[in-house]
Nanobody, 119 residues
Framework: QVQPVESGGGLVQAGGSLRLSCLAS???????????MGWYRQAPGKQRELVAL???????TYADAVKGRFTISKNNTKKTVYLQMFNLKPGDTAVYFC??????????WGQGTQVTVSS
């Protein structure tokens, strides 16, 4: 019900911007509203790390490396969570994954979307 699908990745030059989207279209609205939703990333040879988290209650958490550059938000009507990324750096290059967590239905991961930042 809450399987997320990411989109919006691509190739961008350093200093550029991208907006990632995570759609949980098969969830009903009440379930979507109750989700904690996060963006994670995994660079080659590195562990998956948290980038940004948005709880069902509206609290946000950001990794230190992206504070002030990335913003997580969601649209309950569209059942979509976004990651707006500004001033991208080569170090942001990674596969970005969306994660949804629901108290009853558990945790689900998307397939990931590649973000590549060229210098």
């Amino acid at each position: 019900q809450v399987q997320p699908v990411e989109s919006g990745g691509g190739l961008v030059q350093a200093g550029g911007s991208l907006r990632l989207s995570c759609l949980a279209s098969r969830s009903i609205t009440s379930v979507f509203r109750a989700l904690d939703m996060g963006w994670y990333r995994q660079a080659p040879g590195k562990q998956r790390e948290l980038v940004a988290l948005l709880t069902a209650g509206g609290m946000t958490t950001y990794a230190d490396a992206v504070k002030g550059r990335f913003t997580i938000s969601k649209n309950n009507t569209k059942k979509t969570v976004y990651l707006q990324m500004f001033n991208l750096k080569p170090g942001d290059t990674a596969v970005y994954f969306c994660n949804t967590v629901h108290g009853t239905y558990g945790s689900f991961w998307g397939q990931g979307t590649q973000v590549t930042v060229s210098s």
